[in-house]
């Protein structure tokens, strides 16, 4: 699996939009982006994934680079209970196991 | 529609004991992972499993850990003779049958293993 690069940590006021990028400049044809988070120690919790285009779902959206070398998650209205380590991991999908780095830890401020 | 479900949620061990950790997938899903956490890192990939095979290990210790997933029942990970190093959070996830959409992997709220 291609290999994810993302900051160390971001803040954000609630209420805002918080955009998380994720760089895989060595992503493959057959590779999707997905996105998890982790709240405190809790099961890692699936947001979005995608190939090419876009995705949008009722908890975020993904955008994708045209050349597929980043992305960027957006969480459009950030809450509290957003506080999270968010991981950005590439995959074949095709029940291919998830390779995790050490993410974005997202701090949502009152 | 429940998710996945793994029990116990946590779990004391003295050294040299086993420890067997349950992971019921989703409905309708036939495939199921193990990861591991240790405390302050991430999670690492250890097994991957169908009904009755297993499909990669490749991040399975070479001993002491066995997993499996029969045909009735639940996936069951395995430490015999356990270490303190093996205490941890291991998670289980699940996913459903191969598709050309990017199979989504779900995850179960984990078992934390503590070995004294």
């Known amino acids: 699996d291609a290999k994810t690069t993302q900051p160390p940590s971001m803040d954000c006021a609630e209420g805002r939009a918080a955009n998380l990028p994720c760089n895989h400049s060595?992503?493959?044809?057959?590779?999707?982006v997905y996105w998890y988070r982790q709240i405190h120690s809790q099961g890692p919790q699936y947001i979005i994934h995608g190939l090419k285009n876009n995705e949008t779902n009722e908890m975020a959206s993904l955008i994708i680079t045209e050349d597929r070398k980043s992305s960027t998650l957006i969480l459009p209205h950030a809450t509290l209970r957003d506080t999270a380590v968010y991981y950005c991991?590439?995959?074949?999908?095709?029940?291919?196991?998830?390779?995790f780095g050490k993410g974005i830890t997202l701090s949502v401020r009152p | 529609n429940a998710g996945v479900m793994q029990n116990p949620r946590h779990l004391v061990r003295r050294r040299g004991q086993e420890a067997r950790l349950r992971c019921s997938p989703m409905?309708?899903?036939?495939?199921v992972y193990w990861y591991r956490q240790l405390p302050e890192e991430g999670l690492k990939f250890m097994v991957y499993?169908?009904?009755?095979?297993?499909?990669?290990e490749s991040g399975m210790p070479k001993e002491r850990f066995s997993a499996e997933f029969p045909k009735e029942g639940p996936s069951i990970l395995r430490i015999q003779q356990v270490v303190r190093g093996d205490s941890a959070a291991y998670f289980c996830a699940s996913s459903p049958k191969r598709s050309l959409a990017g199979e989504t992997q779900y995850f179960g709220p984990g078992t934390r293993l503590l070995v004294l």
């Open positions: 409905k309708g899903h036939s495939h």
């Open positions: 060595t992503i493959s044809g057959n590779e999707y």
């Open positions: 991991i590439v995959s074949a999908g095709a029940n291919s196991k998830l390779t």
């Open positions: 499993l169908q009904k009755e095979n297993i499909i990669d």
